[in-house]
């Protein structure tokens, strides 16, 4: 820690800047990205017309103004997530491992009998198959306050 703190001072001290040290300043130092260090490198869940996206392990927050697609977006990767890999991707998304993917989806713009609707309707059709209830965690919270919810509608992706 002492180490630490010397390294950050000095360079401090040679940006010009006033060399305080603080706790947090020492926290941080840990999330440093220098350009000689060495970063794994991360596993992507999708290509979306051939491109990676989607960090495995990170959470994905699909928002925007309303009628822009967001719900459209989510039903094509919950499909994605479901479909065997053999089957393909839906409309240049394709599910990069060979492992079908769980999906916690918590909706809070449509109405419950909306979020059913797209699950039963949307999203069977784009799977081609039965709804796998058991690859699929469907929260409707609209009901919830707006001060207690974290975004429009989220999506986390997790490996079975």
């Known amino acids: 820690m002492r180490e630490n703190k010397k390294l950050v001072s000095e360079e401090l001290s040679q940006a010009g800047e006033p060399s305080v040290i603080t706790p947090q300043l020492i926290k941080l130092d840990k999330f440093r990205i220098i350009s000689t260090g060495d970063i794994k490198s991360e596993e992507f869940l999708f290509n979306i017309n051939g491109m990676p996206c989607m960090p495995r392990k990170d959470m994905t927050v699909v928002t925007g103004q309303a009628k822009t697609g967001k719900t459209v977006l989510i039903s094509i990767l919950m499909a994605c997530c479901a479909r065997e890999k053999e089957q393909g991707g839906v409309l240049g998304i394709e599910r990069i491992s060979e ?57 986390m992706l997790l490996p079975l």
């Open 99 to 155: 492992q079908p993917l769980r999906v916690m989806w918590v909706d809070t713009e449509q109405s419950p009998q909306s979020t059913q609707y797209i699950l039963k309707k949307r999203v069977m059709r784009l799977i081609g198959g039965e709804f796998p209830e058991d690859k699929f965690f469907v929260f409707n919270v609209r009901s919830v306050s707006v001060g207690d919810r974290c975004g429009r509608v989220v999506v």
